[in-house]
């Protein structure tokens, strides 16, 4: 049986991962971080009573900032694969902390490196790095492919980029298997709140069931290549399976704006929208108008307004990503369309709203959490 570590299990990615990698079988050991509140809900599914003989998953408290901690972890399970999923992976927080999230997106990947190296484990373990878009940042070239220029714009991507290049030195240097997946954005109903798909999908389904009024928002304007998590962390595995590690770009080579995501989200919810002040951000207002189906909307409602709080000190408009290398050599294509998506997280959220809202209704307390 193969055995699977992976950081950032309690993350997006880490949760469909998790999933994926239990169900071909393998034993999955996963780093979770020490919170004052439960953090695995995306994992609670999945969870094993550690009572019970045998678990096929288990947890490890856990920081990529901790190397004693990472040495001690990988000297216990020997992993035949290392997915390296954990990160600060918010851009414009990574701004208000770019030394945190240095220490954890950059250094955290070489500590998980050197452990392997100091174990011995070179020949053994197998590295995923969760290389990301971000790298392109300042586009030089559209579609972005493996060979396209690095440009970073944010201190997440700064960091990044010294993740993705140690990889691959210590894959030239000590002949580890280690690659990187370049990944371009991708969502799903557990996607983290803040990041701005879920951050609509959720903001207009609580506006439709009466629970919040406006969704302020920052760049409609910026150009994303949206895929679905479940078709992205396939495409993680298929990686190590390979006999030579090598990098790929994964993506869906579709893009649209934050605007047109906005608008089919809205669609999904049977709300009909006017977008006013386009390309025009600052003021930018988006209103309910005739033939909207959500029952506490009514015709002329500001649903949407631009705040420049949202705003980063360097943007990246536009990312296009060509993932033929990852079709031809992999046999790799997104099975998700981005509508298929969206519908999916609206459903999701719409379902929560709609449970909060019968809760307001019968004279409970409901409070929404905001960033
Ligand atoms: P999430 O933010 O959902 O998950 C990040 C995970 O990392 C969480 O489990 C989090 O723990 C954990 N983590 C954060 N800080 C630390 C730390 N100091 N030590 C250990 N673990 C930590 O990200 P995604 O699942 O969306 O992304 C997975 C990876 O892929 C990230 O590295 C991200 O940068 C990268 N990426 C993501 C893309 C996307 O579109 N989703 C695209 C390209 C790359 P906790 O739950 O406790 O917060
Ligand atoms: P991104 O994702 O920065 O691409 O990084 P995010 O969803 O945060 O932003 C996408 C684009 O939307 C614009 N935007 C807003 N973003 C947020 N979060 N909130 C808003 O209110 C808002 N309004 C407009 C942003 O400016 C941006 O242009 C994600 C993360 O998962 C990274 O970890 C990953 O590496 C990259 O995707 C690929």
Redesign the pocket.
């Known amino acids: 049986m193969k055995k699977a570590l992976i ?9 469909y991962l998790a999933e994926f990698l239990l169900e071909k079988g393998y034993e999955v050991h996963g ?3 020490r ?1 004052s509140l439960f ?1 695995t809900a ?1 994992i609670d599914h999945i969870y094993e009573d550690p009572h019970e003989p045998n678990p096929k998953l288990k947890l490890h408290y ?5 190397t004693s901690n990472l040495v001690r972890i990988l000297s216990e399970v020997q992993p035949d694969e290392v997915y ?7 851009v414009a927080v990574s701004f208000e902390a770019p030394e ?1 999230t240095a ?3 950059a250094i ?1 990947t070489l500590r998980l490196l050197e452990a392997i190296r100091f174990l011995g484990l070179e020949k053994k373990t197998k590295f995923y790095q ?5 790298l392109y940042g300042l586009v030089q070239e559209i579609p972005q492919k493996e060979t396209t220029p690095f440009y970073p714009r944010s201190p ?1 991507a700064v960091a ?1 980029l010294y993740a993705y290049w140690i990889t691959v030195n210590y894959r030239e240097a000590y002949g580890i298997y280690a690659c990187n ?7 799903s109903p ?3 709140e803040t ?1 701005v798909t879920r951050k609509i999908t959720r903001g207009l389904s609580n506006i439709a069931q009466g629970l919040e009024s406006c969704l302020y928002m920052g760049n409609m304007d910026s150009l994303r290549d949206w895929g679905h ?1 479940k078709d ?1 962390v396939r495409m993680q595995w298929m990686m190590l399976q390979q006999e030579q590690p090598e990098d790929f770009v994964i993506a869906t080579g579709i893009q649209v704006s934050v605007r047109e995501f906005i608008r089919r989200s809205a669609l999904q919810l049977g709300v009909t929208l006017s977008f006013e002040g386009e390309g025009v951000n600052e003021q930018a207002i988006i209103t309910a108008i005739e033939g909207n189906k959500a029952p506490a909307l009514k015709v002329g409602d500001v649903i949407v307004k631009v705040d420049p709080r949202y705003f980063r000190p360097a943007e990246v408009e536009t990312l296009l990503g060509d993932p033929t290398k990852a079709k031809e050599k992999l046999g790799w294509t997104p099975e998700i369309t981005l509508d298929e998506m969206i519908e999916e997280m609206v459903a999701y959220d719409l379902d929560k709203a709609k449970q909060h809202a019968l809760l307001k209704n019968a004279g409970f307390s409901v409070s929404v959490s905001h960033e």
């Open positions: 950081t950032g299990i309690t993350g997006q990615d880490g949760s780093i979770k971080r919170a953090n995306r856990g920081d990529l900032s901790d390296n999923l954990g990160a600060q992976s918010h945190y220490d954890v997106d955290g969760a290389s990301t878009s971000e997440y990044k997946g370049i990944l371009f954005n991708h969502e557990r996607r983290g990041f998590a992205y």
